[in-house]
Every structure is written in C-alpha cells, then in structure tokens.
C-alpha cells in the first residue's frame, strides 16, 4: 500500500440525533455501520454523491454489532449497491441481523426484567419493525483473526472485541492503524451518561487489547461520546484522543464496576427508585439519569456485573462441592 486510505464520516440524521457511519475510500470501497433504514438514501447517498463517490459502487458493509442504530441500514445499502456488497458481522451478533424478534429477546433478557414498563417488549418489536430495514443473512460471519482484502493492496483486518454485545468487533486499516469499533469504547456513555455493556469482564480486557495492542493511530466511534469533562468526543479521534478515550474508559468501568460489586455484595433491594435494584450503586456513583431511557445502558450493564458476580458465586460453590464432595 503506497497511498494512505482515505476515511469519510458520513452522518444520517435521526431525530435529534445523527448516526454515524465510515466510508472507506479503497479500490472496492467500504461502509461501517449503517444507521437506521432511512440512513443509506437520506445519509449516505448524498453524502458521497459530494464526494464524487456512488453507493452502488460499495463492495463491503461492516458491521461493528448487532445494535438497531448500527445494523438497521444493512439490507437497504446491500439494496442499494445491487446486492453486490458483502455485509461481515461478527457470528455472535449476527442473529441481531438475521431477525428482528432477536432484539426483543435482548431486551427481555436483560434490561427489560428491571424496566417496569409492560409496553416495553412491544415497544422495541415496533422500533425494530420501523428501523431496521429487512432481516438478512450476513455475507461473511468473523469471529475475530480475519483479514479482508478491499484490493490494490489495502486490506483491513477483524477483531473480537467483545463487552458492549457479545459479537462487537473492531476493523483496523492495516498499515495506518485506522480503528473502528462502534460502540466498543463507551467513555461515559452518550446520551444517557452511562456507558453501556453487557459483559464487564470481556469489556474491560477488550478496552485494554486496544489501548495496549491496537494502538490505534485513528479510532472512530459509534456516538460522540463524552469524556470526563463533560464534553463530547467527536467520533473521529487522533492518536491522542484515542489514548485518552480508552483510558478514560477503563477508570470509568473500574469505578461502575466498583459501584456494581458492593451494591450487588450488600444485597440488591427492590424498592420504589427508578434505579432499583441498584438504586445504592446509582448513588454510590451520582448517576442522575434517566435508567428507563432506552437502550437503558444502566440496566444493561448493572445486570452484567449482577450476572457475572452469580456466575462468580456458582464457580466458587462448585469448587467446594469438589473440594468438599
Ligand atoms: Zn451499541
Ligand atoms: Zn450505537
């Protein structure tokens, strides 16, 4: 590779809210992520008709996971290129892709058992229903060690890079350390203030693999995150900002994560708080937000300390029956 492989953030508007996706301008040209339904005719057409680039001419969809905002664009683009790109997601989030009831048992196996709210299954059916543009199966399944070619010699290669869902992945632009990785390095979270996960664990080693392996030169995010301050990261972060960003993501998950232990060790307590059963790890912590918000990352990542400290508890019992036994 003798040029550098040009990046474009392209932005779709939803709402309040834009999505962002990546063009990469290569030989057989690339998207990562894809918005909502509406997001490839409204967002990215246009935006790379400004560029001098068409969307029929995309080769490639990757998919950094399964999420509605990421992946609810994927079967429209695929339309719009003529069924010609080759849409990559990770194996363990590609049922997100391949039906739209997927999201609604997501929800009702985590956050949903803590909401409250008996509209909120039909609630998110209705949402995938309207965002996400056709249920599909993926082109190409990765699980992480993969390295894909986008010719003339660029080639970008998959990495498993679990915790915010089980399938996130990053793709890295080989040569110029150009990262992608969606919703896999969460700062404070975005409009919710708290950063989302479903596996505390996997998310914690994912974020030090990438500070201490990657080392990404670029890192491009799904949100514009907010860092300590307050204030939003962009999406598209130098070498400093990165470093920043991942770092400041690991202080962050340590202290929700001491939060989550000593709520979870004292005993949860189902009471009238919008937070409860974690109403004491809130506090502990000072969140102020709104728990029922969706995607509710709160919930979500509060029950996946919850479930990893009963996992804890039933490898520490079976040792004894072993040891006992
Ligand atoms: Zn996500
Ligand atoms: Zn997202």
Redesign the pocket.
């Not at 039906?99 to 008996?118: I, K, T």
């Not at 793709?171 to 979270?189: E, K, L, M, R």
């Not at 500070?211 to 130098?238: K, Q, S, T, W």
């Given at each position: 590779m003798t040029q550098p492989v040009r990046v474009h953030p392209i932005v779709s508007p939803w709402g309040r809210f834009g999505l962002y996706s990546f063009y990469i301008d290569s030989p057989e040209p690339a998207i990562v992520d894809t918005g909502i339904a509406s997001s490839p005719a409204d967002g990215m057409a246009p935006a790379l008709e400004a560029i001098g680039r068409r969307i029929e001419d995309v080769r490639w969809i990757f998919l950094t996971?399964g999420?509605i905002?990421?992946i609810g664009g994927a079967h429209a683009l695929w339309e719009l290129t003529g069924r010609q790109a080759k849409v990559v997601i990770h194996r363990a989030d590609a049922p997100m892709l391949r039906s739209r009831q997927a999201h609604v048992d997501e929800y009702l196996a985590g956050r949903g058992q803590y909401l409250n709210d008996p509209d909120g299954a039909s609630r998110v059916g209705a949402a995938a229903e309207s965002v996400i543009s056709g249920e599909m199966e993926p082109g190409l399944l990765v699980q992480g060690g993969e390295t894909i070619s986008l010719g003339g010699g660029v080639t970008v290669s998959v990495h498993s890079v679990p915790g915010?869902?089980p399938g996130s992945v990053a793709y890295v632009i080989d040569g110029q350390n150009d990262a992608f990785v969606?919703?896999a390095v969460q700062v404070h979270g975005a409009a919710n203030g708290f950063p989302?996960f479903a596996d505390p664990a996997a998310y914690r080693a994912s974020l030090k693999f990438l500070r201490d392996e990657i080392r990404p030169r670029h890192l491009y995010l799904?949100h514009p995150y907010r860092g300590a301050d307050g204030e939003p990261f962009g999406v598209e972060l130098d070498e400093a900002q990165a470093r920043r960003a991942l770092g400041e993501s690991i202080e962050v998950e340590s202290r929700v994560s001491d939060a989550a232990c000593r709520c979870i060790e004292a005993g949860l307590e189902t009471t009238t708080s919008t937070y409860s059963p974690f109403a004491a790890a809130a506090h502990h912590l000072g969140y102020s937000g709104d728990p029922a918000l969706e995607?509710s990352p709160f919930f979500t990542t509060l029950h996946g300390y919850r479930t990893q400290f009963l996992n804890r508890d039933l490898l520490t019992n079976n040792e004894e029956t072993l040891t006992h036994g």
């Amino acid at each position: 590779m003798t040029q550098p492989v040009r990046v474009h953030p392209i932005v779709s508007p939803w709402g309040r809210f834009g999505l962002y996706s990546f063009y990469i301008d290569s030989p057989e040209p690339a998207i990562v992520d894809t918005g909502i339904a509406s997001s490839p005719a409204d967002g990215m057409a246009p935006a790379l008709e400004a560029i001098g680039r068409r969307i029929e001419d995309v080769r490639w969809i990757f998919l950094t996971h399964g999420h509605i905002d990421h992946i609810g664009g994927a079967h429209a683009l695929w339309e719009l290129t003529g069924r010609q790109a080759k849409v990559v997601i990770h194996r363990a989030d590609a049922p997100m892709l391949r039906s739209r009831q997927a999201h609604v048992d997501e929800y009702l196996a985590g956050r949903g058992q803590y909401l409250n709210d008996p509209d909120g299954a039909s609630r998110v059916g209705a949402a995938a229903e309207s965002v996400i543009s056709g249920e599909m199966e993926p082109g190409l399944l990765v699980q992480g060690g993969e390295t894909i070619s986008l010719g003339g010699g660029v080639t970008v290669s998959v990495h498993s890079v679990p915790g915010h869902t089980p399938g996130s992945v990053a793709y890295v632009i080989d040569g110029q350390n150009d990262a992608f990785v969606g919703d896999a390095v969460q700062v404070h979270g975005a409009a919710n203030g708290f950063p989302g996960f479903a596996d505390p664990a996997a998310y914690r080693a994912s974020l030090k693999f990438l500070r201490d392996e990657i080392r990404p030169r670029h890192l491009y995010l799904g949100h514009p995150y907010r860092g300590a301050d307050g204030e939003p990261f962009g999406v598209e972060l130098d070498e400093a900002q990165a470093r920043r960003a991942l770092g400041e993501s690991i202080e962050v998950e340590s202290r929700v994560s001491d939060a989550a232990c000593r709520c979870i060790e004292a005993g949860l307590e189902t009471t009238t708080s919008t937070y409860s059963p974690f109403a004491a790890a809130a506090h502990h912590l000072g969140y102020s937000g709104d728990p029922a918000l969706e995607p509710s990352p709160f919930f979500t990542t509060l029950h996946g300390y919850r479930t990893q400290f009963l996992n804890r508890d039933l490898l520490t019992n079976n040792e004894e029956t072993l040891t006992h036994g």
